[in-house]
């Protein structure tokens, strides 16, 4: 019977120094939180993303395991009322087609403390504090006129005339802030028990997320380019 333990323990313990000492993996999280100043008040919605980063494996002069990170999380959400909404899509860039959002914390804290030869990634855990996204790191902000219609998405220009042009007067983006979570201790983390939780959910706003009509050929290849990059922007891993 201890034999067998033994066996069973084996490979965990195998699989333990490898993660922690051989090709380790270091997770940080973020809330991103926007808000809006609308004819009704202050509106504001947020969202914690969950990002892992693994360094390349080298010996020799050799990188013989790549390295890489995996974003996990959903669009930030904001209900501004009369039947009006903003979507902080987990993308970049003007067509929402910018999908590498790893590094948006490593952007905002400016890779603080980072040693030039070296990867942000061991020290991402480290950073703490909010920050407030500008510019092109400000994720890509999108609107469905008809949530209920998935061809109704457009891109919001994160200006004051782009959120006129979308939304009418009185509407004005205010801020999109940063700020990093705890993570928790693994492997607890992964049922949701210490750390902050990932958010989830957003399926229940936008309730034709999981229509294989909507999301699978031929509807999907129906639908206009940019809605298609919205829609895959709205969750990570989309399934």
């Known amino acids: 019977m201890r034999r067998l333990l033994l066996l069973c323990l084996l490979p965990l313990a195998a699989w333990v120094v490898w993660t922690t000492f051989i090709w380790p993996s270091y997770e940080h999280r973020f809330r991103i939180t926007i808000a809006v100043e609308t004819p009704e008040g202050l509106k504001q919605g947020s969202s914690v993303w969950s990002v892992s980063c693994t360094e390349p494996v080298r010996g020799g002069g050799w990188s013989f395991m790549t390295g890489g990170c995996t974003t996990v999380g959903e669009a930030v959400f904001v209900d501004l009322g009369q039947g009006r909404n903003l979507i902080g899509l987990m993308a970049r860039g003007a067509l929402g087609d910018g999908v590498d959002v790893y590094d948006i914390a490593a952007v905002a ?16 855990p480290t950073w703490s504090g909010v920050r407030e996204l500008r510019g092109n790191n400000i994720p890509t902000l999108a609107s469905f006129s008809d949530l209920n219609d998935p061809a109704t998405g457009r891109v919001v220009p994160a200006t004051d005339a782009g959120f006129a042009s979308a939304f009418g007067p009185g509407y004005h983006l205010m801020s999109v802030t940063l700020e990093a979570v705890p993570v928790g201790l693994w492997p607890f983390n992964l049922i949701g028990v210490g750390g902050t939780p990932v958010t989830r ?4 706003r936008v309730k034709w997320m999981d229509d294989p009509n909507i999301i699978d050929n031929p509807g999907w290849m129906r639908l206009p380019e940019i809605t298609r990059n919205i829609i895959q922007a709205l969750r990570k891993p989309y399934r």
Not at 112 to 121: A, H, I, T
Not at 201 to 204: D, K, P, T, V, W
Request: glycine content about 10%; overall charge neutral.
């Open 109 to 124: 804290f400016d890779r603080q403390g980072v040693p030039k030869d070296r990867f942000w990634y061991p020290y991402a």
């Open 201 to 204: 959910g957003i399926e229940a």
